[in-house]
C-alpha cells in the first residue's frame, strides 16, 4: 500500500507532466529549486513555473519506483516524447518531514537508444 508521500509523489508528476498547474505550484515552496543536471539550475517558483512552461506536452508517463524516506524521496521511470523514449530518476527534498512541500528536486533524464 502507497503512504501519503508516495500518493502525493505520483499526483505530482502526472500534474507536472498534464499540465495541471494548480497542483504543480502548489506543492512545490516559493524558494524551489530545480536542478535538471547537465543543463541547468533553476531557483524560486517564478522560475520554476517558466522553466516547466517550456516542457514539452503529449509526454506519455510511466512511474516504475517511488521512494521516500524522512524528507528525501525518488522517483524513477520513463518518458515517451514523441519518437524518442527517455529514462529519468527525480530526486526530492521536502521542506519538512509531515506534509511538506518540495524544496528541492534533482532531475536526470537520460535518453535511451536501440542497441545499447
Known amino acids: ?26 506543492s512545490v515552496t516559493d524558494d524551489v529549486q530545480w536542478h535538471l543536471i547537465g543543463m541547468e539550475k533553476i531557483e524560486g517558483k517564478i522560475a520554476f513555473e517558466k522553466a516547466w512552461n517550456r516542457m514539452p506536452t503529449g509526454v506519455n508517463l510511466t512511474i516504475d519506483t517511488i521512494i521516500t524516506h524522512g524528507v528525501t524521496a525518488a522517483v524513477e521511470g520513463k518518458m515517451q516524447v514523441g519518437e524518442k ?15 511538506g512541500m518540495i524544496k528541492q528536486i534533482h532531475s536526470f533524464i537520460i535518453e535511451e537508444r536501440e542497441g545499447i
Open 1 to 26: 500500500m502507497a503512504t501519503a508521500k508516495e500518493n502525493f509523489l505520483r499526483a505530482f508528476n502526472e500534474a507536472f507532466i498534464s499540465g495541471d498547474r494548480d497542483v504543480v505550484l502548489a
Open 85 to 99: 523514449n527517455f529514462a529519468f530518476c527525480d530526486t526530492y527534498r521536502f521542506n519538512k518531514f509531515k506534509d
